[in-house]
């Protein structure tokens, strides 16, 4: 059974950073296209970042470009997002997503396992 498991999220002042993770029970990642998405409260799910099954070139929201960074290692189970000069906006619950064989996309509706989400406030 495909399971993530999110962590690392937590409150954090205006231009901090946080570090979160993303754990893959059972399996590695390495033939799965997997992706960051975040929701604020009231607004839709929205892509940040989001590597494909093929490589390991990541790919950014215009939001979080130059401050966000995702990352993966090759036979490992767990993907990271490294964020950088956070700002109040970017206070959302973070999802991690994947699905097998999968190209890099930030649609949503690409992706067949979702974790339960980590809490990021940024807030002075």
């Known amino acids: 059974q495909v399971q993530l498991v999110e962590s690392g999220g937590g409150l954090v002042q205006p231009g901090g950073s946080l570090r979160l993770s993303c754990e893959a029970s059972?399996?590695?990642?390495?033939?799965?296209?997997i992706a960051w998405f975040r929701q604020a409260l009231g607004k839709e799910r929205e892509g940040v970042s989001c590597i494909g099954h093929s490589d390991g070139t990541a790919y950014y929201a215009d939001s979080v470009k130059g401050r966000f960074t995702m990352s993966r290692d090759l036979g490992k189970t767990t993907v990271y997002l490294q964020m950088n000069s956070l700002k109040p906006e970017d206070t959302a619950v973070y999802y991690c997503?994947?699905?097998?064989?999968?190209?890099?996309?930030?649609?949503?509706?690409?992706?067949?396992?979702w974790g339960q989400g980590t809490q990021v406030t940024v807030s002075s």
């Open positions: 059972g399996f590695t990642l390495d033939h799965y296209g």
């Open positions: 997503a994947t699905a097998w064989w999968r190209d890099a996309t930030l649609r949503p509706s690409a992706y067949d396992f």
